[in-house]
């Protein structure tokens, strides 16, 4: 597995730094887990809101991200380099939007989202290879998410039910 130079703008340019996860892109292994964990805590801040002011944020944060990957990106010259982890920090609220606020939720919303990610089933393989720019890097990551939230929310509804 070849391990993708970090351009050194990361640690320079404001929306290199932010669209690389606050510098967690530049983590030599695995930086898409590792920008998810920071999706994580960045759940962890947001999590007690309304579910509707969650979701606006996230969708707020979602466009922000196809503009800061799309111009990092370019900035590079790559279409979706591995240190640009901004997609799997907002896919992770976004598997996470309106889910009970426990532990093993997180886990598993965590666990299914970095199996959709990697994984890449259709349709998200075809919009990762088709979609570019900043668009393309965002959207086949709410997908996987989109994929990851209906089967957290069916987990979440089965324990429901079955309490």
């Known amino acids: 597995m070849k391990i993708e130079k970090v351009p050194d ?3 320079v340019n404001p929306i290199h730094f932010i ?3 606050f510098g967690a892109g530049a983590f030599p292994w695995a930086p898409g887990t590792v ?6 805590a960045f759940y962890f ?15 707020i944060l979602f466009l ?3 503009f800061i990957c799309g111009r990092t990106n370019r900035d590079w010259g790559t279409q979706d380099h591995p240190a640009a982890v901004w997609d799997e920090i907002v896919g992770f609220l976004i598997v996470m939007v309106a889910v009970p606020s426990r532990w093993y939720w997180v886990v598993l919303g965590f666990l299914l989202f970095r199996l959709f990610d ?3 089933p259709w349709p998200i393989r075809w919009v990762d290879r088709h979609v570019h720019g ?12 989109i994929f990851s939230w209906v089967l957290v929310q069916l987990a979440v509804g089965a324990a429901t039910f079955s309490l």
């Open 45 to 59: 801040v947001l999590h007690h809101l309304a579910w509707w002011l969650y979701l606006a944020i996230t969708i």
């Open 9 to 11: 703008s990361i640690w």
């Open 118 to 120: 990697i994984w890449k």
């Open 35 to 40: 920008g998810t964990l920071v999706g994580v």
């Open 134 to 145: 900043g668009w393309g890097v965002m959207l086949d990551d709410a997908i996987a998410a």
């Open 64 to 66: 922000w991200g196809v």
């Open 19 to 21: 669209a690389c996860g």
